[in-house]
């Protein structure tokens, strides 16, 4: 079966970091693609970062450009997201997902996903 796992979520006061895991099952990170999404509370769910099977990265929403970084250990079959100057508008569940093919084209949750994660709760506030 092939599925992601995500972990590493949490609460975080703002100006601080976190660093998200995404394991893969069943499947190499050197095949399919690998996102990272999210979802804020009444708002669609949206790209944050993604990685190839080759490890090109394609960046997701603008307003993350700069704070975080995607990242991978092919040994470990396991992506990271490692999150700096979190804001309390980076509120959300955050998740991981397996691509159908070999990149995402664009980072954005749609027809380019073949199977999702079930999140992991990242919390911004003092």
């Known amino acids: 079966q092939l599925e992601v796992v995500e972990s590493g979520g949490g609460l975080v006061q703002p100006g601080g970091s976190l660093r998200l895991s995404c394991v893969a099952s069943?499947?190499?990170?050197?095949?399919?693609?690998i996102g990272w999404f999210r979802q804020a509370p009444g708002i669609p769910r949206e790209g944050v970062s993604c990685?190839?099977?080759?490890?090109?990265?394609?960046d997701g929403v603008n307003s993350l450009k700069g704070r975080v970084t995607i990242s991978r250990d092919s040994a470990k079959n396991t992506v990271y997201l490692q999150m700096n100057n979190l804001k309390p508008e980076d509120t959300g569940v955050y998740y991981c997902?397996?691509?159908?093919?070999?990149?995402?084209?664009?980072?954005?949750?749609?027809?380019?996903?073949?199977?999702w994660g079930r999140g992991t709760l990242v919390t911004v506030s003092s």
């Open positions: 997902a397996r691509a159908r093919g070999s990149q995402f084209r664009f980072c954005v949750p749609g027809a380019s996903v073949a199977s």
């Open positions: 069943g499947f190499s990170l050197n095949t399919y693609a």
């Open positions: 990685i190839s099977s080759s490890g090109d990265i394609t």
